[in-house]
């Protein structure tokens, strides 16, 4: 099984930062891109930031020049920086693997479980 492990959520003040991480359980051969979404309840999941095979981002213009996408390719980790919050960021961030070749899993896309966080104002 091939899980995708996240870390860094939490409670922040308005203005804050915060980082979160996020690592697959086994070595990913190839991948189409790494990314991170988000949701809040009653909302579908939308894309905050996304870096492909070639190292290209691009993200949601509600978090262009706040949030910083990067990825550790030797540990199969996704990164995202989160600075200058605000109370509208607040929702569960998701970490995908999409169309990851894992050895003895073929290729799949994957999601991690979320992790919340919160930025009071």
């Known amino acids: 099984q091939v899980q995708l492990v996240e870390s860094g959520g939490g409670l922040v003040q308005s203005g804050g930062s915060l980082r979160l991480s996020c690592a697959a359980s086994?070595?990913?051969?190839?991948?189409?891109?790494m990314g991170w979404y988000r949701q809040v309840p009653g909302k579908q999941r939308e894309l905050v930031a996304r870096?492909?095979?070639?190292?290209?981002?691009n993200y949601a213009d509600s978090v262009k020049g706040r949030f910083t996408i990067s990825r550790d390719n030797v540990k199969n980790s996704v990164y995202l920086q989160m600075n200058s919050l605000k109370p509208e960021d607040t929702a569960v961030y998701y970490c995908n693997a999409d169309r990851a070749f894992v050895l003895g899993f073929g290729v799949q896309d994957y999601w991690g479980q979320g992790t919340q966080v919160t930025v009071s104002s």
């Open positions: 086994r070595r990913i051969v190839s991948i189409n891109a």
């Open positions: 870096i492909n095979n070639g190292g290209s981002t």
